[in-house]
């Protein structure tokens, strides 16, 4: 993934997604954790965005650490992580390849949350990031992630949407209008987005299209496996359900060998 990807669009992210419940799948990431590593204490989140969900962790007691490529999230996290100060807990951030970085320390739990495994587009991507997680998990540690099921993504299609958002000073509009690849197993999903500021009447447009990976059992089993871990737990994301043709967004935990 690029560095450029988010740029523009991170100054405007928690708005578009302020409906996202952070808090629920914080819980629901919470309870897997007890299941699988009871006593768990520390957490790096891979791809942290602007860092809601490890505000979230933070206030659940995980020593946390978060890692984002894009300069510009990595900046909006900072600035939200000053809000947090004087509040107990708040986590920690680095701006930097989740693919490459080497914090020379491991972690009880490694996430990787919001499809962020499915901007990793190439084998390669893929490899590295794994290879990482490998180098940063305690023995008995637990790596998990969401990301595109492929069945689901083949079966059901993505399609265009338009979402309109609103707060006291700006309205946004988004129209995403996804290019299913389907000999490269990708999504171009390209985000047109209008930022409209009401107390002035300007009007900012712009665009960016994010590449996405979906994902299939075996081959995650396949790049777990080639990067010395195992496949220990598959599931729809949040329900908890089987997974089926209908599970756009799915859930896998792994651990070391």
């Known amino acids: 993934m690029s560095k450029k990807v988010f740029d523009t669009y991170s100054k405007y992210y928690d708005l578009l997604y302020r409906d996202k419940d952070y808090a629920a799948e914080a819980d629901y990431i919470c309870r897997a954790v007890k299941d699988f590593i009871p ?35 990595h900046r909006e996290a900072l600035r ?9 807990k708040y986590p920690e951030y680095k701006n ?21 495994i499915n901007y990793q587009t190439e084998n390669e991507d893929l490899n590295l990031t794994f290879r ?17 099921y492929g069945p689901a993504v083949l079966h059901e299609k993505p399609l265009k949407r338009l979402k309109i958002i609103k707060d006291e000073h700006l309205k946004i ?13 990708k999504v171009d999903v390209k985000f047109n ?13 712009f665009e960016e299209t994010h590449s996405m990976r979906y994902l299939f059992i075996p081959e995650i089993e396949l790049l ?12 729809e994301w949040m329900t908890g359900k089987k997974l089926t043709e209908k599970s756009w967004s799915a859930f896998a935990a792994a651990k070391l060998k």
Do not use: C
Request: aromatic share 8%; glycine share 10%.
């Open 173 to 185: 509009k988004r129209r995403t209008t996804p290019f299913l690849k389907i000999n490269e197993n």
């Open 80 to 88: 939200n992580r000053d809000k947090l100060k004087g509040s107990g």
């Open 132 to 148: 990482n997680v490998n180098r940063h998990l305690e023995p008995n540690g637990v790596f998990m992630f969401d990301f595109w």
């Open 96 to 116: 930097a390849d989740i693919r490459k970085i080497n914090l020379r320390k491991k972690f009880d739990v490694i996430v990787s949350l919001f499809h962020v």
């Open 193 to 205: 987005v209008s930022v409209k500021n009401k107390d002035t009447g300007k009007e900012l447009t």
């Open 39 to 73: 006593g768990a204490k520390t957490l790096l989140d891979l791809g942290s965005g602007t860092g809601k969900h490890d505000e979230e962790f933070s206030r659940r007691g995980y020593q946390t650490t978060g890692v984002e490529l894009s300069e510009m999230m």
């Open 224 to 235: 777990l496996g080639n990067n010395g871990m195992k496949l220990v737990h598959y599931e």
